[in-house]
């Protein structure tokens, strides 16, 4: 008969004694559980202890954590938050410099956990942790300590960031700003800096007075801190004013920046990032691609301004900027005198560079996006890559008619294609490393980027042989194209445009139909009947993978509100599928994990459904902001009983179906997500393909001559070839 549900258990060590082996009742009060706990070793006062884990953060136990504790865990006996708080609050305060030490060094350790936390905030101890800051007396591993506690006091969001004093924030700076401080303190008072902007308004101004990007740059180059600068670059330019954070541009290629967007831009900052990190000789951690990431978002949305400006027809500026473009394409050619012949030549030499609208090209500016944005690429391949913008126009309107490529129509158009694949103006999703190495090797990528692909959009188009008709079509196609070179993840703007080479429009055709094969292919009732028969055959070998993924486990980033203290753990199943393993670990491990090391199990016995996206309990709970669409794809969570829940988000879609496929599949549920399917159709595809080759390739026997019979008045005739 199994045991009670409300029954657990556990071993209890305290030093110096045998352990304690109890079947903890849950029902119980914690507190009576202690006492007897305490009688066992003879140890008075039981209100003065707690119990922790003994394994993994040793986090105390409360009546709130209590329900995750879990058969054969192991617990500790231990003073309780309260007491602890209140002798490391005193031993900090100490003279003894050692015994300082050690106290800070346990409190850095301790500070992680909430219960203990709150009981040393609520004695002041965040105070007392940031007048020893601002004394200026520590130095070494016992700043270094002093900071870590600090910042995972904080971390809990029990104290409002807007009480720090501007005295703390001034000693913070500068320690980044001192050229010879340890790497230890100069990473955690990064750290702080960076939840200061990102979690209060007003002290974004304070900081943003004593720490400029231009500092934070000469960090870049120590691959020991150059993850927490450039997050705090990230940081100060995301909760930058929007009036700090760029102003209007009073030409399109001589933008006014304000200091933080034309930091952003600027060639230095590129070239450390592009040479110390991204051709750095160390490979670049997930945390790190989320850096950078961002600030690819951050530096694209500079353009969100221009991208929602629509051109006003009425405005002089804009408009000589048309003219400059028509300019540029027919120089040489005089303009007629008269009023009538000027306008009609103009409407003529509009229509000549593709605009939709020949008598007024200003109106095709009009709709956002792309709005200006689209007059601004124009204007710099016009500009910049003159031979190139002449041959695409001249080109083009030498050609007939129902061939010619609108390039005015066409570069609009793209643009907007563009800001859509790049999705310029929106917030950087939270689970995202999707960076591209190319965008940092130019100081103006974003507009080379335009002038490869329109180039590519002409190719396209006269691949395609294409109609003023079959504008969207090649439009599908461009698009396909520019999606496939950037997942290839070229590293500069000359192997984008070698990729590209690769994908011309016969390839995405031949890559459309390989495709489409495992869809289109064997339609007959007997090919149909015998992929009937191999489904279960090919959904069972899925499965089998899927579990054997499980077995070797996934790595998982625990969602906080400061990224760059980043925080992992990883969760496996049990070789014989009855136990789901999970823990908590230092750092992002490089391959398997083993068993031992993940404290905490559940059986898969115990599991009851498997929940997805907004319906997991964890993405209700995250604000607005955080509850962005990556985000919400990758979640799922794990019920069990009794009615707990195990929380994941993906590191991306491919391990998000590997798991939820896999957690079906051990929960004999049908297995559904669209990597099932896709792998589903090309396994099956490739049996069918196999089994029908073999069909082919049969030798038929040569017959064995015939028995001589009586002469018949029918003559057969074998052909056994």
Not at 189 to 197: K, N, P, T, W
Not at 212 to 220: A, C, D, P
Not at 278 to 305: C, D, S, W
Not at 346 to 360: A, I, R, S, V
Request: glycine residues 4%; aromatic residues 8%; hydrophobic residues 40%.
């Amino acid at each position: 008969m199994p045991p009670p549900a409300d029954i657990v258990k556990v071993a209890i060590e305290w030093p110096g004694a045998n352990a304690q082996l109890i079947e903890m009742d849950q029902k119980r009060p914690l507190s009576s559980i202690i006492r007897e706990v305490c009688d066992g070793w003879s140890l008075s006062g039981s209100e003065q202890f707690a119990l922790r884990y003994a394994d993994g953060p040793q986090l105390y136990i409360t009546e709130q954590s209590r329900g995750d504790i879990k058969n054969g865990t192991i617990l500790r006996l231990a003073i309780s938050p309260a007491r602890a708080a209140r002798q490391l609050l005193e031993r900090i305060q100490s003279h003894g410099i050692d015994a300082r030490l050690e106290a800070l060094k346990e409190l850095a350790k301790l500070s992680a956990d909430p219960t203990f936390a709150a009981e040393f905030i609520n004695m002041e101890g965040i105070g007392t942790l940031a007048r020893l800051v601002e004394s200026g007396t520590h130095f070494g591993e016992m700043l270094a300590f002093t900071l870590t506690a600090f910042l995972e006091l904080m971390d809990h969001g029990i104290v409002s960031w807007d009480l720090i004093s501007l005295s703390f924030i001034k000693q913070i700076a500068g320690y980044v700003n001192q050229p010879m401080v340890d790497v230890s303190i100069l990473q955690r008072s990064l750290a702080i800096l960076e939840s200061m902007v990102l979690n209060s308004h007003s002290l974004y101004h304070r900081v943003a007075q004593e720490i400029t990007v231009g500092q934070l740059i000469g960090h870049l180059s120590n691959q020991e801190i150059q993850t927490y600068a450039i997050a705090l670059i990230n940081a100060l330019f995301l909760k930058a004013p929007e009036d700090r954070r760029q102003e209007e541009y009073t030409n399109p290629l001589e933008q006014h920046l304000t200091e933080m967007a034309s930091t952003l831009a600027q060639k230095h900052l590129r070239s450390i990032i592009l040479n110390h990190v991204i051709r750095g000789n160390r490979p670049i951690k997930a945390e790190m691609a989320h850096q950078l990431y961002v600030l690819q978002v951050l530096t694209f949305n500079l353009l969100e301004e221009r991208m929602m400006t629509k051109m006003d027809p009425n405005d002089q500026a804009q408009r000589d900027i048309i003219f400059e473009l028509r300019r540029i394409a027919f120089d040489g050619d005089t303009d007629p005198t008269g009023t009538e012949k000027r306008k009609a030549m103009y409407t003529k030499d509009y229509k000549m560079l593709g605009f939709t609208n020949h008598l007024n090209p200003a109106m095709d500016f009009t709709q956002t996006p792309p709005g200006m944005l689209a007059l601004d690429n124009m204007l710099y391949l016009a500009r910049v890559h003159q031979d190139t913008y002449i041959r695409i126009v001249l080109e083009n309107s030498s050609r007939e008619d129902k061939h010619e490529c609108p390039f005015g129509r066409c570069a609009i158009e793209l643009t907007r294609m563009l800001c859509e694949i790049l999705q310029v103006g929106e917030l950087p999703n939270e689970g995202c490393n999707d960076y591209h190495p190319m965008f940092f090797t130019h100081d103006r990528a974003w507009e080379e980027f335009f002038c490869v692909c329109i180039q590519l959009l002409n190719k396209t188009w006269k691949e395609m042989r294409a109609t003023a008709e079959d504008f969207n079509k090649v439009m599908q196609v461009v698009r396909e194209q520019i999606t496939r070179a950037l997942a290839m993840k070229p590293s500069s703007i000359d192997q984008l445009k070698n990729k590209l080479r690769g994908l011309s429009y016969s390839e995405i055709l031949r890559l459309r139909q390989s495709e489409r094969m495992s869809q289109d292919d064997f339609q007959s009732p007997p090919i149909i009947e015998l992929r009937e028969r191999i489904q279960p055959e090919i959904l069972e070998l899925i499965k089998q993978q899927r579990l054997n993924r499980l077995c070797e486990g996934s790595c998982f980033r625990k969602l906080g509100n400061r990224r760059r203290q980043e925080k992992f753990w990883f969760c496996r199943l049990s070789l014989n599928h009855k136990l789901l393993h999970y823990g908590d670990l230092e750092e992002s491990p490089q391959g398997e994990v083993p068993f031992e090391l993940l404290s905490d199990k559940i059986p898969v016995s115990d599991i009851k459904s498997v929940l997805t996206g907004k319906d997991c309990p964890h993405m209700k709970e995250k604000s607005a902001l955080k509850q962005n669409k990556e985000v919400l794809e990758l979640a799922f969570s794990v019920l069990y009983d009794p009615d707990e829940t195990l929380n994941f988000v993906a590191p991306n879609k491919y391990e998000y179906c590997i798991w939820t496929d896999g957690l079906c599949a051990l929960l004999g549920r049908e297995m559904g997500s669209d990597l099932t399917r896709s792998d589903l159709d090309t396994l099956i595809s490739m049996e069918m393909k196999l089994r029908l080759l073999d069909l082919e390739n049969i030798t038929i026997p040569e017959a064995p001559p015939p028995v001589p019979k009586e002469p018949s008045s029918y003559n057969f005739t074998y052909n056994y070839s």
